[in-house]
């Protein structure tokens, strides 16, 4: 379980022991179930990374609702729902060549527009022969986006790279010549499943 659960954890566990305490048992039992689902949800298990030249994997566990391709590029994007792991993960092994965040609107994370006007904070990543964007993109519930990330920093395929709170959307860019191993519809999770292919070209 992440350390960010227990700015939420303690306060629910503690009013819902003074609740069964004083006999407010309604009170009690809300607060305590409260209390497990901030537990269920800043749950952090471990994932098996796949290991191959050129595989590129989930950034987040959930839904592709939007698989498009272009000639340089293909956009992926995942929805996750209150009950996926919201742990998010690099998609390849490289260096931070970027991090930007911007401000904006809170849409239903499941909508296309999410990904054009919603709050986001978006990572390059850069490997030695190409590059992949992820962009953390906030939703109705979600208002706290963390990346845990700078630029500079050298990150490791499935490696962990930030968190969103309470529902959200992880957009991806990848090069227009990768070959895509999911479509629109296609449940993955996140630094386990692989989403694409690229045959990296050695220097």
Not at 114 to 122: D, G, L, P
Not at 179 to 190: D, H, I, K, N, P
């Amino acid at each position: 379980m992440l350390k960010d659960a227990f700015y939420f954890l303690i306060p629910l566990a503690a009013a819902a022991g003074v609740a069964a305490w004083l006999g407010w048992w309604p009170a009690g039992l809300l607060l305590g179930g409260l209390a497990a689902f901030v537990a269920f949800f800043f749950r952090d298990p471990h994932r098996i990374v796949p290991d191959g030249p050129g595989l590129i994997v989930a950034p987040a566990d959930g839904r592709v609702v939007r698989v498009e391709s272009h000639p340089d590029r293909i956009e992926i994007s995942i929805f996750l729902s209150l009950f996926n792991v919201h742990v998010n993960r690099s998609p390849i092994e490289g260096q931070i060549e970027s991090v930007r965040y911007r401000k904006g609107a809170f849409h239903a994370a499941y909508r296309d527009v999410a990904s054009v006007q919603n709050e986001q904070n978006t990572l390059t990543i850069a490997s030695p022969d190409f590059k992949v964007s992820c962009s953390q993109i906030a939703g109705v519930v979600a208002r706290r986006i963390i990346c845990w990330k700078a630029p500079g920093d050298r990150v490791g395929r499935g490696e962990r790279i930030g968190f969103i709170r309470f529902g959200s959307r992880v957009d991806l860019v990848l090069p227009g010549d990768a070959s895509l191993r999911v479509a629109e519809g296609t449940r993955v999770r996140g630094g386990s499943s692989t989403i694409a292919a690229l045959l990296e070209v050695p220097k």
